[in-house]
């Protein structure tokens, strides 16, 4: 199994940037995918973006896609998500999940994601 902290969270005005952190606690990482999903009060969590175990296939929201860019370095085990153009929807806890299950349209679900930091706070202001 793997552990995962989240990091990079924070206030930024609207048309701004953040880049979100990924620590895995275990090389064994490299063997995982990647997803990010968000959270928002009184919502259910959201597919944001996904990246597969080499780096090699990505997905995107359409919210994200245009935006967002997924990330991984499984040298030092470590994933990213760089956000630009912020818009106050974008507010949202965000988290950083593994699967060793999430092949097709399984990307897109919460349910087929094994392991979940504890998610950052992410506040865009207008």
């Known amino acids: 199994q793997v552990q995962l902290a989240e990091s990079g969270g924070g206030l930024v005005q609207a048309g701004g940037s953040l880049r979100l952190s990924c620590a895995a606690s275990?090389?064994?990482?490299?063997?995982?995918?990647m997803g990010w999903f968000r959270q928002a009060p009184g919502k259910e969590r959201e597919f944001v973006a996904h990246i597969n175990w080499n780096g090699g296939s990505t997905h995107y929201s359409d919210s994200a896609k245009g935006r967002f860019i997924i990330g991984r370095d499984n040298i030092r085990n470590t994933g990213s998500l760089q956000m630009n153009s912020l818009k106050p929807e974008d507010t949202a806890v965000y988290y950083c999940?593994?699967?060793?299950?999430?092949?097709?349209?399984?990307?897109?679900?919460?349910?087929?994601?094994?392991?979940w930091g504890q998610g950052t706070q992410v506040t865009v202001s207008s």
């Open positions: 275990r090389s064994t990482f490299s063997t995982y995918d």
């Open positions: 999940a593994a699967s060793d299950s999430a092949y097709g349209s399984r990307v897109y679900y919460a349910e087929y994601y094994d392991y």
